[in-house]
T-cell receptor, first 115, second 111 residues
């Protein structure tokens, strides 16, 4: 079992729709969760971070975390063609309070938003 | 504000040749620094991280090495490249909160 699993897609949604991206992780003690967006040929950029169960909203983006189910998701409302990219889920296990940014990434979900 | 620079952006190297990728961070002190690799069709893999000058931790055994000669400088090296070293190399920094900021990346093709 992979440590962080994502459906590779591609996920295709029409412009204006809600895109739903999902991620599951295997390490129960994971404490920090991130969504990165990566355009083709570019480096990843952080979209959202979430640390507590529940929802966290930032503009058109909502991250949802359920630690009991080991599940984190990203919703993109009013999807735009410019949202077309690969979305990477990342998880980190904070060991003893030290944080070394040792993120474990999923393989990413390719999202295509068509006009 | 903090910025991260990484170079070269692209390079094509023959098998057996040496490698040096460099990364510098501006606008912060004592950052945590990381080298990740993204191979074609695969996810991002952490190669090295550093919490201070001269302190390097390796995550996976490989043909590469890293050094941190200055507080905000991180270098990835190899003495002899292998075909399997091809990939997209990303330098990143953080300040304790696990939030990584990536550089623009260096795309390496080994022929």
């Amino acid at each position: 079992q992979k440590e962080v699993e994502q459906n590779s897609g591609p996920l295709s949604v029409p412009e204006g729709a809600i895109a739903s991206l999902n991620c599951t992780y295997s390490d129960r003690v994971s404490q920090s969760f991130f969504w990165y967006r990566q355009y083709s040929g570019k480096s990843p950029e952080l979209i959202m971070s979430i640390y507590s169960n529940g929802d966290k909203e930032d503009g058109r983006f909502t991250a949802q975390l359920n630690k009991a189910s080991q599940y984190v998701s990203l919703l993109i409302r009013d999807s735009q063609p410019s949202d077309s990219a690969t979305y990477l889920c990342a998880v980190v296990r904070n060991a003893g309070g030290t944080s070394y940014g040792k993120l474990t990434f999923g393989q990413g979900t390719i999202l295509t938003v068509h006009p | 504000s903090q910025t991260i620079h990484q170079w070269p952006a692209t390079l094509v190297q023959p098998v057996g040749s040496p490698l040096s990728l460099e990364c510098t961070v501006e606008g912060t002190s004592n950052p945590n620094l990381y080298w990740y690799r993204q191979a074609a069709g695969r996810g991002l893999q952490l190669l090295f991280y550093s919490v201070g000058i001269g302190q390097i931790s390796s995550e996976v055994p490989q043909n590469l090495s890293a050094s941190r000669p200055q507080d905000r400088q991180f270098i990835l090296s190899s003495k002899k490249l292998l075909l399997s070293d091809s990939g997209f190399y990303l330098c990143a920094w953080s300040r304790g909160a696990n939030v990584l900021t990536f550089g623009a990346g260096s795309r390496l093709t080994v022929l």
